[in-house]
């Protein structure tokens, strides 16, 4: 999960196998931001009412584009114009890929993996910012 300005603000590692929806609220839980977020952006894979129901007990809205197949709309176009800035996570994403110990998974350990992540994003960090560290 990252903010506006894609900079990571919480991550999780898990395995393959489970859906990336069912992974929202413990990607929620491991945030290392003081403050909740007012909105997660998802696409399509995160409309589902259960989900809904679970960001709004947290005071969080979720914004997503409806399935195709679904029957009653929550939400209207209004809200969905804001997914237009999903291109920040994308774009932190393909940062993270030039990493080469984060474009492939090798390692078994989750908790090495998600670390190796934190790793690349603070080196991402400072070139964004151009922080200047004296050895």
């Not at 409806?66 to 932190?92: F, M």
């Not at 993270?96 to 670390?115: A, C, G, I, M, S």
Request: hydrophobic share 35%; net charge positive.
């Amino acid at each position: 999960m990252v903010d506006k300005e894609g900079l990571l603000v919480s991550l999780h590692v898990d395995s393959a196998n489970p859906h990336e929806s069912r992974l929202l609220m413990k990607t929620i839980k491991n945030s290392i931001s003081l403050t909740k977020p007012r909105y997660i952006l998802g696409d399509r894979a995160y409309d589902s009412d259960k989900l809904d129901l679970e960001c709004k007990k947290l005071g969080i809205s979720l914004v997503a584009y409806h399935k195709l197949n679904r029957k009653n709309h929550t939400q209207d176009g209004r809200e969905a114009r804001r997914l237009k800035k999903r291109y920040t996570v994308e774009r932190t994403n393909a940062h993270l890929k030039n990493y080469r110990k984060v474009n492939v998974r090798y390692e078994r350990d989750p908790k090495l993996f998600e670390n190796f992540i934190w790793m690349a994003h603070c080196l991402i960090f400072i070139k964004k910012f151009n922080i200047h560290i004296d050895y």
